[in-house]
């Protein structure tokens, strides 16, 4: 499976990733073609988020992150002054990617990344999730629609999930008014095979 290339327009509010996005591979010694492979993109639209000509969506992001051995963070150029345990509610600044929002709720770097996660209603729901790793959410508002395996969950606020990434999985807001989540992974520091991530239904990579 490769990554859906639904990215973000140039007037998305995401932080310009591109000088960081081809430094980072060049830290990693990777040729484009062999960035582009092992997130599943092609070239040219790895060349495109590389020059700004296009917005990289969140599960981009958590593929190049991969490919690139670090975290979605350095991806944005985000930096910390150190590895506080306390992160402050002012500090947790929004970032818009793929039609979700999402505030990083833990520390950069650390063997496990924290997220507070808004879904909304229609966005990304067909896309199926398979990566090395753990997953663990809680439902804070809304209803979500978890798809693990072959089986469908709705999730109630103060309902959680805490399974193996390799389960193949669907996260959709089962509300028009979305669902908001705590969105706990460690998939960015697994040693395992890429990540994967499924196109919509009818798209071609």
């Given at each position: 499976?490769?990554?859906?290339?639904?990215?973000?327009?140039?007037g998305?509010d995401?932080?310009?990733?591109?000088?960081?996005?081809?430094?980072?591979?060049?830290?990693?010694?990777?040729?484009?073609?062999?960035?582009?492979?092992?997130?599943?993109?092609?070239?040219?639209?790895?060349?495109r988020?590389e020059?700004g000509?296009?917005?990289?969506?969140?599960p981009?992001?958590?593929?190049?992150?991969?490919?690139?051995?670090?975290?979605?963070?350095?991806?944005?150029?985000?930096?910390?002054?150190?590895?506080?345990?306390?992160?402050?509610s002012?500090?947790?600044?929004?970032?818009?990617?793929?039609?979700?929002?999402?505030?990083?709720?833990?520390?950069?770097?650390r063997g496990m990344?924290?997220?507070?996660v808004?879904?909304?209603?229609?966005?990304?729901?067909?896309?199926?999730?398979?990566?090395?790793?753990?997953?663990?959410l809680?439902?804070?508002?809304?209803?979500?629609?978890?798809?693990?395996?072959?089986?469908?969950?709705?999730?109630?606020?103060?309902?959680?999930?805490?399974?193996?990434?390799?389960?193949?999985?669907r996260?959709?807001?089962?509300?028009?008014d979305?669902?908001?989540?705590?969105?706990?992974?460690?998939?960015?520091?697994?040693?395992?095979?890429?990540?994967?991530?499924?196109?919509?239904?009818?798209e071609?990579?």
């Open positions: 499976m490769t990554a859906p290339e639904n990215e973000s327009g140039p998305e995401l932080p310009a990733v591109a000088p960081q996005l081809r430094a980072l591979r060049r830290r990693a010694s990777l040729t484009l073609e062999a960035a582009a492979r092992a997130a599943g993109l092609s070239p040219a639209h790895l060349s988020l020059t000509q296009r917005q990289p969506s969140l981009m992001l958590l593929a190049l992150a991969r490919v690139y051995s670090t975290t979605v963070s350095e991806l944005l150029g985000e930096t910390v002054a150190d590895q506080d345990a306390i992160v402050r002012p500090a947790m600044e929004p970032t818009r990617a793929g039609g979700w929002t999402y505030w990083q709720a833990g520390a950069p770097g990344q924290a997220l507070r808004h879904v909304p209603h229609g966005t990304q729901g067909d896309i199926v999730r398979v990566h090395p790793g753990e997953e663990w809680y439902v804070l508002k809304g209803r979500l629609r978890l798809r693990l395996g072959d089986t469908t969950h709705v999730l109630e606020p103060g309902d959680s999930a805490h399974f193996d990434s390799l389960t193949p999985h996260l959709a807001a089962a509300d028009h979305g669902t908001d989540l705590l969105f706990v992974h460690t998939l960015l520091q697994s040693p395992l095979t890429a990540l994967c991530l499924g196109p919509h239904p009818g071609t990579p």
